[in-house]
């Protein structure tokens, strides 16, 4: 596989299929693991990266569902092409800096991705469409057993799995949903629910994870502590907070469609209305509207586009798909130009 495949292809993910899929956008779960006797990779030599990279290349290989994945080493690939990487949520934004003696292990589904040589040695993640963090567990898991029969881990009875940063010691797993909670932050309630997640000691984050703001009314939440708990209950936290925020979020939708249909239906359609005649339009506008027109299409108001069509433009419109789809680095405002026509066209094709 390579790099340009992806641009035709519909991450896992992305699909729009799954439990709650109208509000949950995707569960992931990743697995921080760091070789025994090699130091953290911010502390290790280029020698000491370069022999844990073959060391992992090698072992991946020798379990069935990664040994077709393919392993892209970051030091060649291009800014765009690494982007391009962080807006398909298969790296992460820190994983494209200083890229020597770095790579990234993706399968052709895009629902499994290795991180090699970022915060730790392995960062290993499932994704899958709508909530399903148990069934996520239960593939990731069994990927990391068939690794750790080749790799030595870095492992202590007292503490469990040793990772770079404290909170991820333990069982080294980060569960975490992203959510599409519109109708909350509408109602200015979500304010109100993200503070009563923090005292819950889980983390809210952006589209795109560690160090982004929420937009387009997106937020991914997550376990902050790892240590002291095992995998089932983590997960099991994490659903139980996620299934009152679904039930809040369904309440809130129901409410406004009881209350002020009228003025969702103009706000939906305005924003529908927007994408299909804009001949400028921004990355961040863009996300807004889209939202809003998921929102419409979830409620049954809009008809004619469905939600994988609508998770979809939400990833092909990001900067570098755009000059991925175009060949050619692009300016910000021709990107603005180019992101509203392939909207227009998109939306039409659909008969929007």
Known sequence: MQINDLIN?????LKGTGPNSDIVISSRIRLARNLNKFPFPHWASKAQLNEV???TRQAMGKVDVLSKATLFILADLDSIDKQFLVERHLMS???TQKTEQKAVLVND???IAVMINEEDHLRIQLMQSGFNLFEAWEIINGIDDALAKLLDYAYLDDFGYLTACPTNTGTGMRGSVMLHLPALVMSRQIERVLAAIAKLSFTTRGLYGEG???????????NQVSLGHSETEIIENINGLIRQIIEQETQAREIML?????????RINRSLGILKSARIITSQETIELLSMVRLGSDLGMIKDIDRRTINELFIITQ?????????VKLSSDQRDLKRAELIRKKLNLMGA
């Open 9 to 13: 292809h519909t991450s896992e993910w």
């Open 53 to 55: 990279l073959e060391k």
């Open 93 to 95: 934004i820190e994983h």
């Open 212 to 222: 982004t703001q929420a937009s387009g009314n997106f937020f991914q939440i997550s």
């Open 319 to 327: 900067p570098a798909h755009l000059q991925k789809l175009e060949n």
């Open 258 to 266: 009881t209350k002020s249909k009228e003025i969702l239906e103009d």
């Open 109 to 111: 589904e895009e629902n």
